[in-house]
């Protein structure tokens, strides 16, 4: 009697031209859709949330470890701390892969900005000086988002990213005129101070005592956008020289060889004393943090909304064996009649809904790899209608749609379609198997 009510749930489920048939492949279909968007999206927030992390430790320094400025050098507080000395014992570590140092503000603290000429056109963008060393890790790893060109930044050189180049004309070989934004936005400030109505010698000689500091530089590389960031790249004596820092720096990036525990890797040495007092730092996962927890919190509250697809799913299916059970009322008068216990007659209806729930997460499972397996074709087709990319690259710098399929992921999805269709299911079975035989037959006859 233990495979009883397999067997009559797979009589049941019998293809019949009624509309019972219609309402279980309904319901089946709800299963599917609710399994295939599920597994779709959120392989893709997961492959997002992969890639968007692996970019990041792709061109990002894995720590940077500046002075704290006021701090250092004032009566009764820290002692000047010789950044190259600094440099060398933080190389020596064995967490530690390399340590550069970095030129990425001005000497009060601003972002280090350039202003860079081609042919009368200006453009601003944000650069970092450092030096091309052979044990430079970062250099490294930048070189493998080269576009055209080669890494060098041993002469006077600047290199961009392909979309900024592209929007001053600029051309692997070209040379550059790079103004310093300080002095830029002086020139500006003195312009403005000059009275328009004034004599034009006056304002003229008033004009040759602002002067801008200007170098060229020869564009010798363009790095991809989408993979290292819209910033740009001089020699550390250039931007030295333009960030007013003499020969001091704004900090040392670090590598690390295990970049996922950075924080807990300089957190370690920060207590220890090998970073002075005067000195802090900041890991890639503080800098992006804000935008990793934004791709957590929206898949999380992905993963709840989707979740009311299968509630629906299973809503369908308690329908199904609500019809089930009103059908084959008579039938269950009998069974009852003969002997079969109430858990046996739950069993027959319960284990119908996990047949109902078995093929439709087959089918969405199916489903869902299908269309991740599509869905940069999908995205090219419904932009050419629409007009509208539905995964812009200015926002989430990849160039096609990620998809990273987690197996607990998928555990958890086919777990809980089916966990809900044998749960709505049950409700309908526990009165169904209540019935009173003498009443159930007479209504069924």
Same mark, same amino acid.
């Given at each position: ?14 293809? =019949? %031209?009624?509309?019972?048939?219609? #309402?279980? /492949?309904?319901?089946?279909? !709800?299963?599917?859709? +609710? &399994?295939? @968007? ?67 503000? =001005? %000497?009060?603290?601003?972002?280090? #900005?350039? /202003?860079?000429?081609?042919? !009368?056109?200006?453009? +601003? &963008?944000? @650069? ?318």
């Amino acid at each position: 009697m233990t495979s009883a009510p397999l067997f009559l749930a797979l009589r049941y489920l019998r293809p =019949t %031209r009624s509309f019972i048939s219609v #309402i279980t /492949v309904i319901s089946m279909l !709800g299963v599917m859709l +609710g &399994v295939g @968007v599920l597994v779709f999206v959120m392989s893709v927030f997961s492959g997002w949330q992969r890639e968007y992390r692996q970019m990041l430790i792709g061109f990002e320094p894995h720590a940077m470890v500046e002075p704290l400025g006021a701090m250092e050098g004032e009566p009764g507080g820290p002692k000047p701390v010789d950044w190259r000395e600094l440099r060398k014992n933080l190389a020596l570590r064995p967490e530690i892969v390399s340590a550069v140092p970095v030129a990425e503000k =001005t %000497r009060d603290g601003r972002p280090g #900005i350039l /202003v860079v000429e081609n042919s !009368g056109n200006l453009q +601003g &963008v944000s @650069v970092i000086g450092m030096a091309d060393d052979k044990d430079n890790a970062l250099l490294q790893k930048l070189k493998k988002h080269i576009k055209e060109g080669q890494f060098d930044l041993q002469n006077d050189t600047i290199i961009l990213s392909d979309k900024f180049a592209k929007e001053l004309g600029a051309k692997i070989g070209d040379t550059l005129v790079v103004h310093a934004a300080d002095s830029v936005n002086h020139f500006i400030q003195k312009y403005r101070e000059i009275p328009e109505d004034g004599d034009k010698k006056k304002r003229a000689e008033a004009l040759d005592n602002v002067t801008i500091l200007s170098k060229d530089l020869i564009l010798v590389a363009t790095l991809r956008e989408d993979t290292a960031g819209k910033r740009g790249y001089v020699p550390l004596h250039v931007a030295q020289e333009f960030f007013n820092l003499d020969s001091d720096i704004s900090g040392i990036e670090l590598e690390l060889k295990d970049p996922d525990n950075a924080e807990r890797v300089m957190d370690t040495m920060y207590r220890s004393g090998a970073l002075p007092e005067s000195w802090g730092y900041r890991t890639w996962e503080q800098q992006h943090g804000m935008m990793l927890e934004s791709v957590e919190n929206q898949r999380t509250m992905m993963w709840f909304l989707l979740l009311f697809i299968m509630l629906v799913a299973a809503i369908c299916v308690m329908n199904t064996t609500i019809t089930v059970t009103v059908k084959k009322r008579r039938e269950i008068g009998i069974l009852t009649a003969l002997g079969t216990r109430a858990w046996q007659i739950i069993a027959i209806f319960v284990s119908q809904a996990g047949i109902v729930a078995l093929f439709g997460v087959v089918a969405g499972l199916a489903g869902g790899f299908f269309v991740l397996g599509i869905r940069n074709w999908l995205r090219d087709q419904i932009a050419s209608l629409t007009g509208r990319d539905i995964f812009p690259q200015d926002i989430y710098f990849l160039s096609s749609i990620p998809a990273y399929t987690n197996l607990s992921d998928l555990l958890t999805i086919c777990t809980t379609a089916v966990a809900l269709c044998l749960m709505a299911a049950l409700v309908p079975s526990w009165f169904a198997a209540r019935v009173d035989p003498a009443v159930a037959l007479r209504d069924g006859g």
